[in-house]
Structures are given as C-alpha cells and as structure tokens.
C-alpha cells in the first residue's frame, strides 16, 4: 500500500462528519485529491437539490486530503486546522459530485517551510462539479498546520 492510500483509508475512518455526510474519499497525491459525494434524501435540500452544507462538507473534505498528500511524509507528526474558507454556489447542484482540490504551493516547498518555521500557512483550491462535468460550487480553504 502506497502513503496516499493509508492516508485515503486513515481520513475515512477519523473524519466521522464527513463520514456521515457520505463523502467518498478518491484519489489523493501530491497536493491534490478528489472526493466524491452522492445525493440521497439526507443530502438534499427543499428544492431537491444537493445541500449547500453538503457540498461544503465536500470540498472541506476534499482540501484535507490534499493537505494530506502535499504533506505525506510528516502528516501523523503535525496538527492541521483549517483557518477559514470562502465558498460560491455556481449552479443548482443535483446527482453525484465530485471534489477536485489542489494546494496553491507544492508540497516540497510546504515541507521546506514547515521543517524551517516549524508552521505553514497555505491554501487550497476546490473546484467541484457535477456528473456533466460543469462547476457548481467553487471554494478556497485556508490551512494552519504546525508539528505536534
């Protein structure tokens, strides 16, 4: 098993919102990740469309695998938190989702700073889109992440 796959297993079992939610962990590399998310009753709104907090919960998730991935060979040794995010609905979103985050700097160059300060501070870019392939829902999320 490769790091990217114990780090996919590992985030599905200690994510129990996302979990709850249904988010389906994809792929994850090097400071990207895709996340998946079906629509059923529990994720839907009034209008029967995907629920905003759903599909936040979607691209949050999405962002944390990416974190994961840039900083695969310290990520049991340091504590991330997610410092804020912006998010826009583009579009009534219905059917399955999928999550296509990456980090705005490589993950060398967010080891490098973290091993050097002890702390990094990035963001990461969330595109998700639906099962024709159009966006719906744009985010930005910013991370803290600091050595335990």
């Known amino acids: 098993m490769n790091p990217y796959d114990m780090i ?17 962990l994809g792929d994850i ?3 990207t990740a895709t996340a998946t998310l079906d629509q059923r009753t529990e994720t839907s709104n009034h209008i029967q469309t995907q629920h905003a907090g759903a599909m936040f ?3 949050e998730a999405a962002s944390g695998a990416a974190l994961a991935g840039a900083l695969a060979p310290v990520i049991l040794e340091v504590r991330p938190v ?3 995010a912006t998010i ?3 579009k009534i ?3 399955t989702l999928t999550a296509h985050a990456r980090t705005d700097a490589p993950g060398a160059t967010l080891l490098q700073t973290l091993k050097d300060e ?16 159009d966006t719906v829902v744009t985010m930005k999320v910013g991370w803290h992440v600091r050595k335990a």
Not at 118 to 133: E, H, L, S
């Open 8 to 24: 996919r297993t590992h985030l599905s079992t200690v994510i129990p919102f996302a979990n709850h939610v249904g988010v389906v």
């Open 29 to 31: 590399a090097d400071g």
């Open 57 to 59: 919960t979607l691209g």
């Open 82 to 84: 997610a410092s804020g």
């Open 88 to 90: 826009y609905y583009v």
């Open 93 to 95: 979103a219905k059917g």
């Open 118 to 133: 002890g702390k990094v501070a990035f963001d990461i870019d969330v595109d998700i889109r639906d099962g024709d392939g």
